[in-house]
Each structure stands twice: as C-alpha cells, then as structure tokens.
T-cell receptor
C-alpha cells in the first residue's frame, strides 16, 4: 500500500530552537494537509496545499510557523523559534482533490519542546 | 462549529457488531459523510464514505438515513484491534476554493472492544 512518510518520528528540542518536519505525500496526490494533535485541542488543521500552492494556512500561528512544498514529493512544516506549547503530534495527509475518497495520513511527528 | 454529533464513548464485546451513530442534521445536499478512525499513537485512517446510499467495504458498512440527517457506521464483527476513536465528518468533494474542502475533526467516539 502507498504511504505518506513523515520524518522524524520523534523530535525533542529546546525552546527557541528551529524545528523542521518533513512529509513525503503519496506519488500523484495533489493535496496535502498539515494537522496538529494535542490532548486539549484534538486534531487541528494547520495548512492546506493544492498542487503545491498554499491555499489556506489560517490555522497556523503566522509568527513562528511556516509551511512549504518545494516540490511535489516534499512538504515541510517549520517552527522558528519553538516553544513548549508547540509540543504535539504533527500529522501530514495527502489525497486527490477531484476524486471522491479519503485522505491518507502519515504516522506523525511527535514533537516535544523543553 | 461542529457539523456532527457523536457519543463520546461506546463499548462493544469482541465478535459482536459495533454500531456507531452520528448526527449531521445540517448536512447539505452536496456533502458526503466520511468516517475515519484513529488507533492510539497512529494517524487517522480512512474507513468509508457515502452520499445517500448505504455503502459497504472490507472494513465496515455505512447506513445513511433517507433524510441524510444521521448515519451509522457498522463494524460487523468487532475485534480488539478495532478499539479506537471513530470520527464522523461531513464535507463536499472537489475544491470550490472555499473552506468546504476542510476535513474538520471533532472529538469522535472512543470505541472500546472488550474481550
């Protein structure tokens, strides 16, 4: 089965450091989502890309978060500087916008900021 | 605003059918009903979706009421590995450029399958 690959799986960093999370969507998929999950807030949508263009990043704290798709095989989510409240599991999902069907999620990156 | 309402938790005996309800009384004519589940420490997993007809696949069945205001996900023979949070989501297909493409997760139903 095709998979969405996220790296790293776990990341522990100190407050103030830059964190970059990577996602390899399924080949041929033209939509990519970034989600964040915490116990308190559940699954929150951070950003949405279609054909590599960012269509919506209203869920992202703009001052420290940035999301990009440098090419069709790579999506990145960067936090600079990181804060303890950013500790969460970050999920990437990919799919096809013009095909009825579900999105495929990666296994997530568990981020801990100390 | 939440577009679906689900019970916070349910129990089911192993081997029995698990019936998970979802209310979506404000669903629009072009919105599909989707079900995902999230097993502990994993990413959400797509299960099934439907528009107005009942649907079945290798994982589950989806029963949508005639007025489309509610639906039920059925796991016909639940196993311990089906213990997870189940999310019911409504959304349109395609991308009209608005916000209706979003896959918005609520709190879901924690299904616990007991031996």
């Amino acid at each position: 089965d095709a998979r969405v690959t996220q790296t790293p799986r776990h990341k522990v960093t100190e407050m103030g450091q830059e964190v970059t999370m990577r996602c390899q969507p399924i080949l041929g998929h033209n939509t990519v989502f970034w989600y964040r999950q915490t116990m308190m807030q559940g699954l929150e949508l951070l950003a949405y890309f279609r054909n590599r263009a960012p269509l919506d990043d209203s869920g992202m704290p703009k001052d420290r978060f940035s999301a990009e798709m440098p090419d069709a095989t790579l999506a990145t989510l960067k936090i600079q500087p990181s804060e303890p409240r950013d500790s969460a599991v970050y999920f990437c999902a990919s799919g096809l916008v013009h095909r009825v069907g579900g999105y495929t999620f990666g296994s997530g990156t568990r981020l801990t900021v100390v | 605003d939440a577009k679906t309402t689900q019970p916070p938790s349910m129990d089911c005996a192993e081997g029995r059918a698990a019936n998970l309800p979802c209310n979506h009384s404000t669903i629009s004519g072009n919105e599909y009903v989707y079900w995902y589940r999230q097993i502990h420490s994993q990413g959400p997993q797509y299960i099934i979706h439907g528009l107005k007809n009942n649907e079945t696949n290798e994982m589950a069945s989806l029963i949508i009421t005639e007025d489309r205001k509610s639906s039920t996900l059925i796991l016909p023979h639940a196993t311990l590995r089906d213990t997870a949070v189940y999310y019911c989501i409504v959304r349109v297909e395609g991308d009209s450029g608005g916000s209706n493409y979003k896959l918005t997760f609520g709190k879901g139903t924690l299904l616990t399958v007991n031996p």
